[in-house]
């Protein structure tokens, strides 16, 4: 009986220690990826540490102007990009064209052919390429609420209803991207109505797609708004904290963007002690949540 008893015990025990490590597994967030867009200068490769490669082409590298002075896609740049790409066959590509979104010379249908032709010229060289534009879609919802009260102009509904009308153009080219790269750059520490606006903006994605992946694009540092008290100053090391656990809980993963230089043009350095203590954060993070 002793026996049986000893054998129900261990018995109960494994079973608990299995359930618990069970419920760890479930609490791990799966196919969550930070990627390396940091421009500090000095930064070494990051990809040892967790941070994977994308390819980011500003649209200096993929338009040029028409005869009116319009930017166009330019083929022969795409096609090259396009080939260089296709050299690192798993490698994410995001392109960076915003120019065209405010510009209302051309339809959103326009709009929407223009990015299908980029996408399937990065094909063409790799149909397994998966590739997405900056700001598709929608655009910064916590920025155009800043900019917006700084307007002075007040009432939460209104606002949403001016945000969602502007992004309509965008949302009639995101079928053709197969990754989603909205902008969540924080312009205020306010980390309470950040997180609103990202939840809010996940939600807006979600009712046009709710499949493809969302992919944020993160900057330890604030917005660059030229009147902000703000402009371009390194989020210290708690904040940053946060926006990495929120990107977590609401997106599939992040890229993390920094501007080499700061407000007034300064370099900012790798071995800046508030960019490495953004960087040990990043680190802690990407250990706790297994993305190694």
């Known amino acids: 009986m002793k026996f049986n008893i000893t054998i129900l015990l261990f018995a109960v025990l494994f079973c608990s220690c299995n359930v618990q490590s069970s419920l760890r597994k479930v609490e791990r967030k799966e196919h969550f990826v930070l990627y390396d867009a940091?421009?500090?200068?000095?930064?070494?490769n990051l990809e040892s540490e967790g941070l994977k490669p994308v390819i980011l082409l500003y649209e200096a590298?993929?338009?040029?102007?028409d005869d009116a002075g319009r930017v166009v896609l330019d083929v022969e740049k795409v096609t090259n990009e396009a080939k260089k790409a296709a050299q690192i066959p798993e490698v994410i590509v995001s392109t960076d064209i915003e120019k065209w979104y405010g510009d209302r010379s051309f339809s959103d249908e326009e709009l929407a052919n223009r990015?299908?032709?980029?996408?399937?010229?990065?094909?063409?060289?790799n149909p397994k390429l998966k590739i997405g534009n900056y700001g598709m879609a929608p655009?910064?919802?916590?920025?155009?609420?800043?900019?917006?009260n700084h307007a002075g102009k007040s009432g939460d509904s209104l606002m949403l209803a001016s945000w969602r009308k502007m992004n309509e153009r965008r949302f009639?080219?995101?079928?053709?991207?197969?990754?989603?790269?909205?902008?969540?750059?924080?312009?205020?520490?306010?980390?309470?109505?950040?997180?609103?606006?990202f939840k809010t903006t996940v939600e807006e994605i979600r009712k046009h797609d709710t499949e493809k992946p969302i992919i944020v694009y993160l900057w330890p540092a604030y917005y660059d708004l030229p009147w902000?008290?703000?402009?371009?100053?390194?989020v210290d090391a708690e904040l940053w904290r946060s926006i990495l656990e929120i990107a977590y809980k609401y997106a599939d993963g992040a890229v993390l963007w920094a501007s080499p230089v700061d407000k007034d043009?300064?370099?900012?350095?790798?071995?800046?002690?508030?960019?490495?203590?953004?960087?040990?954060?990043?680190?802690?993070?990407?250990?706790?949540?297994?993305?190694?």
Not at 61 to 65: C, G, I
Not at 228 to 234: G, M
């Open 139 to 148: 655009s910064s919802l916590n920025i155009y609420r800043y900019r917006y």
């Open 61 to 65: 590298r993929l338009t040029k102007r």
């Open 172 to 197: 009639a080219a995101m079928p053709h991207a197969d990754i989603l790269f909205p902008c969540l750059y924080i312009p205020e520490p306010n980390i309470e109505s950040w997180e609103k606006d």
């Open 115 to 125: 990015f299908k032709r980029l996408f399937d010229l990065f094909k063409k060289e």
């Open 265 to 292: 043009k300064n370099r900012i350095y790798w071995d800046d002690p508030k960019v490495q203590a953004v960087w040990q954060v990043t680190r802690e993070f990407i250990k706790e949540k297994e993305l190694l």
């Open 228 to 234: 902000s008290e703000h402009n371009r100053l390194i």
């Open 38 to 44: 940091i421009h500090f200068r000095g930064k070494p």
